[in-house]
């Protein structure tokens, strides 16, 4: 148990470093195509695999972590107006991060459940990747039109209440599309090799 605990807090303690690291490394955790627009996040790689590697609490965890630095970014080194306006919101900011590592967590772990390797693990793994990303990308979207609906044109140049959803996803399409492909490719890949290797340490 004490051995199970001290592997638990160590890798929380590398996902934890990787996230910090990734968040002010240029083009590592954010990779910007464009200017004045949101960037392309990997970060995201990072908590999909602490909820694979660790369930819900390690997801958790390192979600919230991602959501507190973007926060301490957002009003410290803004990358572009849109972070600028809306990862100030603690909710906005926190909240999607937090639940990418939950989804996660709970599509590998708690879905056939005993199935860890082989195929079927590869394909959960695959899943658990595209939907932790595409979490964040959908709450992002939401929050940002629940909070800033009645008065749109803040976030949007052009938009109103009535369409800032609609503008929204179409503005982060791009991102929704190229975080869900490194997701679908990576997780799959680095779970397998992580959840190998915590098996046999977990076997020692």
């Known amino acids: 148990m004490r051995t199970h605990s001290t592997n638990t807090i ?4 590398i996902f934890g470093a990787l996230i910090i ?13 464009f200017p004045a627009w949101p960037a392309i996040s990997t ?3 990072t908590v999909i695999l ?32 849109m972070t ?8 906005i900011a926190i909240v ?4 990418v590592g939950v989804v996660a967590a709970v599509l590998f772990n708690h879905v056939f459940k005993n199935r860890r390797s082989g195929r079927l693990a590869t394909v959960k793994l695959s899943l658990a990747g595209i939907c ?16 800033f609906a009645q008065r749109a044109s803040s976030v949007v140049p052009g938009a109103d209440a009535g369409n800032l959803g609609l503008v929204l996803a179409g ?34």
Do not use: C
């Open 10 to 13: 160590t890798l929380l303690g």
């Open 21 to 33: 690291l990734q968040a002010y490394v240029p083009m590592v955790g954010y990779i910007r195509l």
């Open 43 to 45: 970060i995201h790689l």
């Open 50 to 81: 602490a909820g694979v590697l660790l369930d819900v609490p390690g997801g958790t965890t390192t979600g919230l972590l991602w959501g507190v630095v973007s926060l301490i970014k957002a009003y410290t080194a803004p990358g572009d107006p």
């Open 84 to 91: 600028l306006l809306l990862f100030q919101n603690p909710v």
């Open 96 to 99: 999607p991060r937090v639940l």
């Open 132 to 147: 932790g990303a595409l979490t964040n990308t959908a709450l992002v979207i939401l929050l940002t039109w629940l909070f």
């Open 171 to 204: 503005a982060f399409a791009i991102n929704a599309v190229a975080e869900a492909a490194m997701a679908a490719v990576v997780t799959p890949v680095l779970g397998q090799a992580l959840l190998v290797v915590q098996k046999r340490r977990r076997a020692k």
